[in-house]
């Protein structure tokens, strides 16, 4: 039998892209395999060709995580993009959809587009964020889809993995994708007066690209709730900077317990004020909690 990788999955329709060959085929599933699992891009399966366009599924490998929304299996890294104006940048929701990935063990990057767009000041908002998130354990990476500036950099950082491109609606996610596979795809501008984006992106696909690479472009969003997908004594866990602590308990929720090294590390500043203002928020805690830390 022969390995391919589900690159396209839109109502009935599978793509399976097979890595020996480097050829797309319409993946046809069999019975047997449908009773058992629905298949999602993302998804390695085997199974054998039938003509030159068709490709019979007669398996489906067990999958290393899963991505509810988008509906993406064996996702290596998400490339969550964020801009600092049009539409403004939202450090809640990206909070947000940094825990849920790291809960789904996706390796989160956060990418700045449109950097082209920046003023003075908007430059050093944007020098604050990047310096915040990095102090924090992230990857940061500034880009512009048009100038196409930080391009190369982000196509370092996605070798050898399966990628996709997530964050709000506007932000840039086709243009960037358009960008790195030197392709054109269809983009939507943000409205310069309402400064909220449309969604054009339907169903998932993901694109070869580069040596054993795959990146897929996702509906954007307006709003996610950690809570949804992640317990709320979980969420505490997805803070990286939080880990670099230990208090006095170990399940310590960092709100209102005695002997709490993360609520004395915001107090110190060692730990970004809004930061802890977000987690606070995220599980629905009194911010008062974060005003008395941060006087």
């Known amino acids: 039998m022969k390995k391919g990788l589900v690159v396209d999955r839109e109502a009935q329709m599978i793509g399976v892209y097979l890595l020996a060959e480097k050829q797309t085929y319409r993946g046809i599933p069999r019975k047997k395999v449908l009773k058992k699992t629905k298949i999602y891009a993302g998804d390695y399966v085997w ?40 539409p403004e940048f939202d450090s809640f929701l990206l909070d947000n959809l940094l825990v849920v990935y790291e809960h789904f063990q996706a390796d989160p990057v956060i990418v700045f587009n449109k950097i082209d767009l920046l003023t003075g000041e908007e430059t050093k908002t944007l020098s604050y964020w990047t310096d915040l998130y990095i102090k924090a354990g992230y990857e940061v990476i500034k880009v512009s889809a048009a100038k196409n500036k930080g391009i190369e950099e982000l196509k370092d950082y996605l070798k050898d993995s399966i990628c996709v491109l997530a964050g709000p609606s506007g932000v840039g996610k086709s243009s960037i994708l358009s960008a790195l596979l030197g392709i054109k795809l269809a983009t939507r501008e943000v409205s310069e007066k309402t400064e909220r984006g449309r969604h054009t992106t339907t169903g998932v696909k993901l694109f070869p690209f580069g040596e054993n690479s795959f990146i897929g472009d996702t509906p954007g969003f307006s709003s996610v709730d950690a809570l949804y997908f992640v317990e709320k004594k979980d969420v505490r866990l997805y803070f990286r900077e939080f880990l670099r602590y230990q208090c006095k308990f170990p399940d310590c929720t960092h709100t209102k317990e005695p002997g709490c090294s993360v609520k004395e590390a915001v107090k110190k500043g060692e730990i970004n004020c809004q930061r802890y203002t977000n987690y606070l928020k995220i599980i629905k805690e009194d911010l008062s909690i974060a005003k008395q830390l941060c006087q």
């Open 47 to 86: 199974g054998e060709v039938v003509d030159r366009s068709s490709f019979a599924i007669e398996k489906v490998e067990e999958r290393r995580n899963f991505l509810v929304r988008p509906p993406v299996a064996n996702v290596d890294k998400v490339i969550t993009v964020m801009t600092i104006k049009m």
